[in-house]
């Protein structure tokens, strides 16, 4: 699980993993916005999950809660 925002900066990650108290942030991609131009991502809070091979298996945009994702994520596992 990777998080990508294109406005975020490493100054700006890093000061809220510690205003949150985040002791293991995600991975974050700092591309600009490339990889999501690539998926077609069109609004912030886009959740995509890929299977094994790379192919996409879900893809919801909005705040989702901790069951929903655990129930797509264990479907591809």
Request: aromatic share 6%; glycine share 8%.
């Amino acid at each position: 699980m990777v998080s990508m925002d294109p406005y975020e900066t490493p100054q700006s990650i890093e000061a809220f993993n510690s205003q949150a108290g985040v002791a293991e942030p995600l991975p974050t991609v700092l591309d600009g916005g490339e990889i999501a131009r690539e998926f077609g991502v069109s609004a912030l809070e886009t959740t995509i999950i890929l299977d094994r091979n790379g192919e996409e298996v879900y893809r919801e945009t909005g705040p989702k809660d901790a069951e929903t994702l655990r129930a797509e994520l264990e479907s591809v596992l």
